[in-house]
């Protein structure tokens, strides 16, 4: 599989109307994610809902979708590179929710300070060759993505559907690919987990997320290769294996085409954060 994303966005923002991404995409960078409209997204597999005037921020590396099936909806997203966040000065667990995969979602009281007109300005201001208001973006970026992690821990909201959708059978298959990429996954054992034939799945699947199961399931291994890198000492061979890679010339290749680099390199760049890593991880 060719993947062509960019390793990072940098510090960007932008504000857009929906629909924007046809498939689920996945890039180095934390992002914030600011809802105009109400928003249902798939991150990591996993369906959540924004209210509007809530903020959000992730870990982009894990795959990522703005689900759109209606009306089109307003919405803004910032990113900072994570080399970036690294030198900022949070909380170990603050850092550990998102390499973890958690969105964390500000609280009502964190989403009222930020206007939408204040993130556009952000937007105008990244654009404009004045590094002084560049560097103004970037400390109130900062301010707002470290008021949103002290958030706590909640439970989003997940759109409700009565019927067995195109949208929530892929979504039940994302899922299933989320929990089990580290296992040698066949498309028939993803089908099998919401009982259709294969063909029936891979059709679903791409028509609703505009992507194969394949490069999803590849698209998740580096995901938690990337989190296996940044938050445990373990070998390239043992990542590789612990992500779900078949192979460790399969990993390489698979891990340097979407990060640019290949996974030391990636270690090393990064190598200013050591966050624990407490959780036992499957050994298969």
Known sequence: MTITEPATYGMACQTLWSPTMVQAHQHNDIELNYAGDPLQYLIGGRPLTLRAGQAAVFWAAQPHQLLVQGPLVRMTWATVPLAQFLTWPLAADQVRRLLDGEVIIGTRDVSALYSAGHLQQWERDLAAPDADDRELVALELRAFITRVL???????????????????????????????????????????????????????FKQALGRTINSYLTSSRIAVAQRILLTTDASVAEVGHRSGFGSLSRFYEAFTAHCDVPPSAYRRRHAAIRVPDPSPRPSS
Request: a negative charge.
């Open 150 to 204: 002290q958030s706590p821990a909640a439970t989003p909201d997940h759109p409700g559907s009565a019927a067995r959708s195109v949208l929530s059978q892929a979504a039940e298959m994302a899922n299933f690919i989320a929990l089990h990429c580290h296992e040698p996954l066949r498309v028939k054992d993803v089908a099998d987990a919401i009982h259709v034939h294969p063909h029936h799945a891979m059709a679903i």
